[in-house]
């Protein structure tokens, strides 16, 4: 069998820090990927959680809600993100409002990078062989996207 390669074209005028962008193929690896956590959700997001409080204890304190009714609504919001990648643009003010929102639940800056590694943690873990290189690449460049936008409404001032 052989296997196709997917050259990236990284822009040479992207600044320092900016994310990559998102090629199809990526958004059909995380989608591919995520149908694996998606049919075991209240599972995976317990490893989410217990993931993030490993990495970041003093991060429990954000979330108030009980866990199960926290986790469900991290997956109903990342699957409406994981089907919205197709069409970012349409998604981004949802996802502005959303880091406005969890400016208000506590969240800073460095938080995003450790849900970011809970986040891939889960993926991996489920997806098992299917969690290669590429599909690992695809996660951190959709999620860096994700999170810039949040982070940049975090610190736009608020009405």
Known sequence: MYRTLHLRVTPVDRPPGEPRPVTPRQIDLVRDSFVHI???A???STIFYDR??????ESRALFTNDRTVQGR???QTLAKIVTGLTAFEAMRPELRALGRRHVAYGA???HYAIIGDALRHVVAQFAGADF???TDRAWQDAYGLVAQVMIEASHEPHE
């Open 38 to 40: 998606l049919f075991a």
């Open 42 to 44: 209240d599972e995976a």
């Open 52 to 57: 993030l409080f490993a990495l970041a204890p």
């Open 73 to 75: 609504l991290f997956m």
């Open 108 to 110: 800073k800056d460095h």
């Open 132 to 134: 290669d290189p590429d």
